[in-house]
């Protein structure tokens, strides 16, 4: 069984950082891409920032200069490191595996970000 373990979240400043971490473990095929998605209270869920097995980087504009993301295979984690938190950063943030074949989507459990103003 696959298990996604979040960790790194909690209460910033804003202007300050974190790093997110996501560890999958377990039975999993090929992994072809991790993401990490945020959601805000009372809000959907949207995607952060993704990287590929092949090391394609995409971010939402919103923290385009501010978060990077970056993976160990080795490890089977992906990282977002989070600078110049804003409140509008504010969510509980997970991260989504993409493996293969069969084809297969997983998600860790959350991690709440809280930036203060």
């Known amino acids: 069984q696959v298990q996604l373990v979040e960790s790194g979240g909690g209460l910033v400043q804003a202007g300050g950082s974190l790093r997110l971490s996501c560890t999958a473990s377990?039975?999993?095929?090929?992994?072809?891409?991790m993401k990490w998605y945020r959601q805000p209270p009372g809000k959907q869920r949207d995607l952060v920032a993704s990287?590929?097995?092949?090391?394609?980087?995409n971010y939402a504009e919103s923290v385009k200069g501010r978060f990077t993301i970056s993976r160990d295979n080795t490890k089977n984690t992906v990282y977002l490191q989070m600078n110049s938190l804003k409140p509008e950063d504010t969510a509980v943030y997970y991260c989504n595996v993409l493996s293969g074949p069969p084809p297969s989507s997983r998600w860790g459990q959350g991690t709440q970000v809280t930036v203060s103003s």
């Open positions: 990287i590929t097995s092949s090391g394609t980087i």
């Open positions: 377990g039975s999993i095929s090929r992994i072809t891409a």
